[in-house]
Nanobody, 125 residues
Framework: VQLQASGGGLVQAGGSLRLSCAAS????????MGWFRQAPGKEREFVAV????????DYADSVKGRFTISRDNAKNTVYLQMNSLKPEDTAVYYC???????????????????WGQGTQVTVSS
């Protein structure tokens, strides 16, 4: 599956952004989809994941209650709604498709086989 992320930008602290990830391929809805982020000088970290059906989600503690992951399988698109943004949310955000046949709780980079190109999110204080 091929992925194209978009929606990043510059926003003030406390503001909101919605990222989109368009997936290609007829079987895109079969994959759980996740968002990761990488801040300058830091390792890439897990942000959120949603199952193929959209019925189950999981979040990093740092974004829980502020970010919401969702998907529209009719449009082959996954979203990340980011509210109450903080300067520490500044990073390049990547969407990724989780490999099939991994555990439902899998959230490491190695569990995700296809990656989008990343979109920059900058939160000013």
């Amino acid at each position: 599956v091929q992925l194209q992320a978009s929606g990043g930008g510059l926003v003030q602290a406390g503001g909101s952004l919605r990222l989109s990830c368009a997936a290609s391929g007829r079987t895109a809805s079969s994959y759980a989809m996740g968002w990761f982020r990488q801040a300058p000088g830091k390792e890439r970290e897990f942000v959120a994941v949603i199952t193929g059906s959209g019925r189950s989600t999981d979040y990093a503690d740092s974004v829980k209650g502020r970010f919401t992951i969702s998907r529209d399988n009719a449009k082959n698109t996954v979203y990340l709604q980011m509210n109450s943004l903080k300067p520490e949310d500044t990073a390049v955000y990547y969407c990724a498709a989780r490999r099939l046949y991994v555990t439902a709780s899998a959230r490491s980079e190695a569990d995700f086989g296809s990656w989008g190109q990343g979109t920059q999110v900058t939160v000013s204080s």
